[in-house]
């Protein structure tokens, strides 16, 4: 298999990133310029929404360590030094540049997936904080595979006109706020690609089903 296989977010094959805690994102997003802009639309949203719990949250879209630095949800533009960014996690980030190789290609830049779970082990002993990431294991979902096991977070959509239309989508997320089957992630994502306001695929199959689970922690010793 190929390297570019071996990375790709969406590939047949498992990889595993360094996930920021949920928690974490939700405190940063809460005080970002964004959340301040739209706070009156938040509350709304998020009362209409009571289900989805966002510091709970295990999917994709949680800062993980990319081979470049990443603003918090909320700060895209609004961060004061951008050298501060630079400097966090700088020996795990040239290490992870390091399993990638030069020539590396990703689905999604920048890229932050790693072939092997030793690789990830050794990427959260590098961060400045490893008590702020875990280890996740992500693959491409299809109906066919079980969505059972301790390990099993959810799935994810990767890439609002109607409250009452989301409500009803999104009242079957679990505990970490991802869909528990593959039927309610296929759902939701048929009735994204549907709505005039929603991003547009560049190519079929863009928008994928992504399945999260913990990574074996109890293997790293």
Known sequence: ??????????????????????????????????????????????TRLRNVKPAHYRGIERCPLSEEPLAPLGWAGAVDNWDILEK????????????????????????????????????????DSPSDYEIARLSKASSELAVTGNRFFGLDVADQESLADLAILLASLNQQTLFPDYQSAERFREYYRAQPWAETEDY????????????PVENSG
Do not use: T, W
Request: with cysteine; aromatic share 6%.
């Open 88 to 127: 966090q996690d700088k020996k795990a980030r040239a290490r992870l540049r390091d399993f990638l190789g030069p020539n590396h290609v990703c689905e999604y830049s920048p890229c932050c997936v790693v072939p092997m779970f030793e690789q990830a082990v050794e990427l959260l002993s590098l961060v």
């Open 1 to 46: 298999m190929s390297a570019r296989e071996n990375l790709s977010v969406i590939s047949n094959a498992a990889g595993f990133a360094l996930m920021k805690s949920p928690s974490g994102i939700d405190m940063a997003y809460e005080r970002s310029p964004v959340a301040e802009r739209s706070r009156k639309g938040l509350q709304e949203l998020r």
């Open 204 to 215: 079929p199959g863009e928008f994928c089903i992504i399945r999260v689970e913990r990574a």
